[in-house]
Every structure is written in C-alpha cells, then in structure tokens.
C-alpha cells in the first residue's frame, strides 16, 4: 500500500462526513469524493508536510463543493461566494440556501456548537478531539451523544398532537368563491415534479398543507399535512422518505382510526419522471 493510500484510509471517514453535509445529493456527493482523491492524488507530491494530509485534502474536497454549488448556482441571487460555507437544497425553485440546519446549530449551546463542528464539518475524530479540547475520549462521546440528541429536538422536533379541530383550521372551513377565467395566451408547456395524488415535490426540505372540499357544499372534509423529512433508499435506489398525516380522512384513505391516518411515503424525482419506491401505514 502506497503512503498515499495509507494517509487516505486513515481520514477516509472524515472527508465522506464533510462532503455529505455539504451536499443534499448522495450520488452527486460521491462525484466529488472521487475528484477530490484523484486531484490529492495527482498532487500529492506538492505536499510537503504530511502530517497535515487530512486539512490539506479536506480543503481540497472543500473547493470542489464550491465549484460544485457555483455550477449550480444559477437561480440563487445571492453571491455564491457568500454561500459556500452553507449547504444548498434543491427546491421548485431552483438552488437555494439550506436554513433549516443552521438554524438549528445556531440554538445550540457553544459546547454543542463546538463538537458538532469538530466533528462533522471539520471532520475531526473523536481521539483528535480529544486532543484539541484536552478531555477524555469518554468526554468527547458523551458531548457528541448529547449534542445530536438536542441537534435532533430542535431540527426534527417530535411531534405534538393537537386536537383535530386546531389543526383544521389552517385551511377554510368552507372553500371560498373563486372563478376561472380562460386566457387568450397560447397554450405552454409544464414541468410536472409532485407526486401523483398527494401534490408534494419530492425533495428534501418540501412540505405543505393541504385539503379536500364537499362539491356543490363547499365543506372542507379531510385535512393533510406533509413533508419531506430525510433520504431514503429501497432496493439501492434513492429517494426520500415523506410523512403525511391527515386529519378526518376519507373512508378510502382510513386506516383503523377515523380522525388520524398516518403514511409513510418513500418517493424518487429525477429529471425525467417522479415516482413511488414504498409506501407505509401507521397504526394506532
């Protein structure tokens, strides 16, 4: 085994956490971890400390998100430059900056702040953190357990359930007059992301409520809730893991309690079709 790939198992892990913070995409990841090596390797002559191999390819890893973000980066307003400490979500829209991470980091503690960001985004092992901050390995486990527990309750926050009828007052309960008015535009073309039936775009950081309405009455009948929580893979194929609650739910869609269903949906966009991969019902 050359030096190289000696140097290059030893921080493998860590260079694989910081590449998959940066991007949301695992595919679109792993493309950057392989030109991150190949150009470590093709440089690796030019380093001439290597003790600091690790910093030295992480950056290098670093600038390949940044490349990766600036060729992506045509919808977002913002300079890329001002964003290339920031991972981005792939929305309807286009690119934009991921907050809902860094909101929750930021109302972490400093202690929490600290691990989590030796940790993952420096990339960091527990034995080198040990060494950093001077306390035990011991120590530096238990603040990591702590730190994602409490990343966790601010990030994905359990779930508090409400009375039916608060929740079903986000939406009318009687659809309002409207009318449809035909234009004189020519007709135009439509690219189609939602998941057939349920409306949501099957990308992380999607979510969005919506309801049902009884025609001529105009009653709202069942309410749902939705939203893209994390990655999934079935089978080897990616996609993303959906919740959907919905509140009143029609005999169809009832499962074995009338004022609740809960699913679970595993879907998959790709730039040529949007499809189901799994789907799941919750009990109570």
């Not at 702590?146 to 990030?155: H, M, P, S, V």
């Not at 449809?180 to 950081?205: A, Q, R």
Request: charged content about 30%.
């Amino acid at each position: 085994m050359t030096e190289f790939e000696i140097l290059l198992n030893e921080c493998k892990n860590a260079i694989e956490r910081f590449v998959w913070f940066k991007l949301a995409s695992k595919a679109d990841a792993d493309d950057i971890l392989q030109e991150s090596y190949l150009t470590a390797f093709q440089k690796f002559d030019t380093l001439a400390d290597k003790s600091h191999f690790k910093a030295w390819i992480i950056s290098i890893a670093r600038n390949k998100c940044n490349d990766y973000y600036r060729r992506k980066a045509k919808s977002v307003d913002v300079s890329i430059d001002e964003l290339t400490e920031q991972p981005l979500t792939a929305s309807r829209y286009g690119y934009v900056e991921q907050h809902d991470v860094y909101d929750a980091l930021e109302s972490l503690s400093e202690n929490d702040k600290q691990i989590i960001d030796l940790f993952y985004i420096q990339g960091y092992n527990q034995s080198e953190i040990s060494q950093r901050l001077n306390i035990p390995v011991g120590t530096v486990k238990s603040r990591l357990y702590t730190a994602r527990n409490n990343f966790k309750r601010l990030y994905l926050p359990d779930t508090i359930y409400r009375k039916v009828d608060e929740n079903m007052k986000k939406l009318p309960e009687i659809m309002p007059e409207y009318t449809i008015t035909e234009l004189d535009k020519e007709p135009f073309s439509v690219k189609w992301e939602e998941l057939m039936g349920w409306f949501i775009v099957p990308k992380f950081g999607e979510k969005l409520n919506w309801a049902m309405y009884d025609f001529p009455k105009r009653n709202r009948t069942e309410y749902d809730e939705m939203k893209v929580i994390g990655k999934a893979e079935i089978h080897g194929i990616e996609g993303v893991e959906i919740t959907a609650k919905q509140y009143a739910p029609m005999d169809c869609n009832k499962t074995d309690n009338d004022k609740i269903a809960e699913r679970t949906f595993i879907a998959q966009l790709t730039d040529t079709h949007c499809r189901f991969l799994a789907e799941s019902h919750i009990s109570s």
